[in-house]
C-alpha cells in the first residue's frame, strides 16, 4: 500500500518551481520510491486532471485509469499528485480521482498563504498571463471564496474523513530570504533525504512589481502570448531587479482583506497550528523592484517587441 500524497495548492505558494522539478527529475526519484505522476508528458503537474475532472467525459475516465494504473504496478512507497487548481474547486471534484485509489493511504497537502499576499499575487498573476484584464477592486471581491481557510480544509476534511489532512503556512519571507517549495514539500512527506542540495535556488514563475503589472494591463488580451513570453524573459533575466511582492495593494486594502478573514483564521489555528500564536504573521515585509522602472520598462519593450508584441 502506498502512500498517496495529494497536493492541491495553493496557488502561488512555490508550486511552480517544486513541479518543475519533480518532472525534471522524475526518474531519479522512482528509483528512491517516489512516483511522480503527470498526466500529459510536456507538462510537469496535473493541471489538465483537474480541467478534465471539471469538464467530465471521457478524458477524466481515462486519466483516473491511468494514474491507477500506474500507481497499482509501481513498487513505489510514496506518490505525489499535485495540482494547485484542486484548491479552487469542491473536494467533490477529486471523488473519482480518490474512489479510483482505495486501498492506498491518502494524505492531502495544501499550503495556506496570507489572504493579502495571496490576492496580489493571483491578480499579479492573471495580468501578466492575459493582459488587460479585471479591475482590481472587482477582481479581489472574485478571490473571496477562494480565502476562506477554514471553510477550505473543512470542506475536504468532510468530503475525504479517512484521509490526513495536512494543511502547512506558506510563510512570507524576508526579501534576502530565498523560499524553498521544493525542501518544503518532501520534509512535509517524510522525504527529508531527497532535498537536493540546490533546492532553495530553484525558483519559476516570479512575481513582477506592481509598476510592471500596472504597465501589463495597458497590453490588449490579443498580445497575450508576446506579453506571457516577454515577461518570462524579463524576469529570467533580471530576478529581483524586476519583481515584488507586497507592492500592489495599498495598506487599508491589505488590511481589509485580512480583517474580513481574522475569525477563519482563528479558527483555523485553534484546530490545525494550535502552537502558533497567529496563523501568520502581521508584518510580512514586502519586497520592491531593485532596477529603475525606466529600464525595466524599455527592457520589456525590447522583448516584447522581439516576440512579435505590438502597441
Request: aromatic share 8%.
Given at each position: 500500500?502506498?502512500?498517496i500524497w495529494?497536493?492541491?495548492?495553493?496557488?502561488?505558494?512555490?508550486?511552480s518551481?517544486l513541479?518543475?522539478w519533480f518532472?525534471?527529475n522524475?526518474?531519479s526519484?522512482?528509483?528512491?520510491?517516489?512516483l511522480?505522476?503527470?498526466v500529459k508528458?510536456?507538462?510537469p503537474?496535473?493541471?489538465p486532471?483537474?480541467?478534465?475532472?471539471?469538464?467530465g467525459g471521457?478524458?477524466?475516465a481515462a486519466?483516473v485509469?491511468?494514474?491507477?494504473?500506474?500507481?497499482?504496478?509501481s513498487?513505489?512507497d510514496?506518490?505525489?499528485i499535485?495540482?494547485?487548481a484542486f484548491?479552487l474547486?469542491?473536494?467533490?471534484?477529486?471523488i473519482r480521482?480518490v474512489k479510483a485509489?482505495?486501498?492506498?493511504d491518502l494524505?492531502?497537502?495544501v499550503?495556506?498563504?496570507?489572504?493579502?499576499r495571496y490576492?496580489?499575487a493571483?491578480y499579479?498573476?492573471?495580468?501578466?498571463?492575459?493582459g488587460q484584464?479585471v479591475e482590481?477592486g472587482?477582481?479581489?471581491?472574485?478571490?473571496?471564496?477562494?480565502m476562506?481557510y477554514n471553510?477550505?480544509l473543512?470542506?475536504?476534511?468532510?468530503?475525504f474523513?479517512k484521509a490526513r489532512?495536512?494543511?502547512r503556512?506558506?510563510?512570507?519571507?524576508?526579501?534576502?530570504?530565498v523560499?524553498?517549495?521544493i525542501?518544503s514539500?518532501?520534509?512535509?512527506?517524510?522525504?527529508?533525504?531527497l532535498?537536493?542540495?540546490?533546492?532553495a535556488g530553484?525558483r519559476?514563475?516570479?512575481?513582477p512589481c506592481a509598476?510592471?503589472i500596472?504597465h501589463?494591463?495597458?497590453i490588449?488580451?490579443?498580445q497575450?502570448?508576446?506579453l506571457r513570453?516577454?515577461n518570462?524573459?524579463?524576469m529570467?533575466?533580471?530576478?529581483?531587479?524586476?519583481s515584488?511582492?507586497?507592492?500592489?495593494?495599498s495598506p487599508q486594502?491589505?488590511?481589509?482583506?485580512r480583517d474580513?478573514?481574522?475569525e477563519?483564521?482563528r479558527?483555523v489555528?485553534?484546530?490545525?497550528?494550535?502552537?502558533?500564536?497567529?496563523l501568520f504573521?502581521?508584518?510580512?515585509?514586502?519586497?520592491?523592484?531593485?532596477?529603475?522602472?525606466?529600464?525595466l520598462?524599455?527592457r520589456?519593450?525590447?522583448l516584447?517587441?522581439?516576440?512579435?508584441g505590438?502597441?
Amino acid at each position: 500500500m502506498a502512500r498517496i500524497w495529494l497536493h492541491i495548492g495553493m496557488m502561488k505558494t512555490g508550486t511552480s518551481a517544486l513541479q518543475e522539478w519533480f518532472a525534471v527529475n522524475e526518474k531519479s526519484l522512482l528509483q528512491q520510491g517516489l512516483l511522480y505522476i503527470r498526466v500529459k508528458p510536456n507538462l510537469p503537474a496535473c493541471g489538465p486532471l483537474v480541467n478534465a475532472l471539471a469538464n467530465g467525459g471521457p478524458d477524466a475516465a481515462a486519466m483516473v485509469s491511468a494514474i491507477s494504473e500506474r500507481i497499482n504496478e509501481s513498487p513505489a512507497d510514496d506518490v505525489l499528485i499535485s495540482a494547485e487548481a484542486f484548491s479552487l474547486h469542491s473536494p467533490k471534484l477529486a471523488i473519482r480521482l480518490v474512489k479510483a485509489l482505495p486501498e492506498h493511504d491518502l494524505r492531502i497537502l495544501v499550503w495556506l498563504r496570507r489572504q493579502d499576499r495571496y490576492a496580489e499575487a493571483v491578480y499579479k498573476q492573471m495580468i501578466k498571463w492575459n493582459g488587460q484584464g479585471v479591475e482590481l477592486g472587482k477582481a479581489l471581491r472574485s478571490y473571496s471564496r477562494h480565502m476562506d481557510y477554514n471553510r477550505l480544509l473543512d470542506s475536504w476534511q468532510r468530503s475525504f474523513p479517512k484521509a490526513r489532512l495536512l494543511p502547512r503556512i506558506y510563510e512570507e519571507l524576508d526579501a534576502d530570504t530565498v523560499p524553498d517549495s521544493i525542501a518544503s514539500i518532501l520534509s512535509a512527506m517524510e522525504r527529508p533525504e531527497l532535498v537536493p542540495v540546490e533546492s532553495a535556488g530553484h525558483r519559476r514563475n516570479v512575481t513582477p512589481c506592481a509598476d510592471l503589472i500596472s504597465h501589463y494591463n495597458s497590453i490588449p488580451s490579443s498580445q497575450s502570448r508576446a506579453l506571457r513570453r516577454a515577461n518570462r524573459q524579463l524576469m529570467n533575466e533580471l530576478g529581483a531587479a524586476a519583481s515584488g511582492r507586497g507592492d500592489l495593494l495599498s495598506p487599508q486594502q491589505a488590511r481589509d482583506i485580512r480583517d474580513r478573514y481574522a475569525e477563519s483564521n482563528r479558527l483555523v489555528r485553534d484546530r490545525w497550528f494550535p502552537e502558533r500564536e497567529n496563523l501568520f504573521g502581521d508584518k510580512a515585509e514586502g519586497a520592491n523592484a531593485t532596477g529603475s522602472f525606466d529600464s525595466l520598462l524599455d527592457r520589456f519593450n525590447e522583448l516584447f517587441a522581439k516576440e512579435g508584441g505590438k502597441r
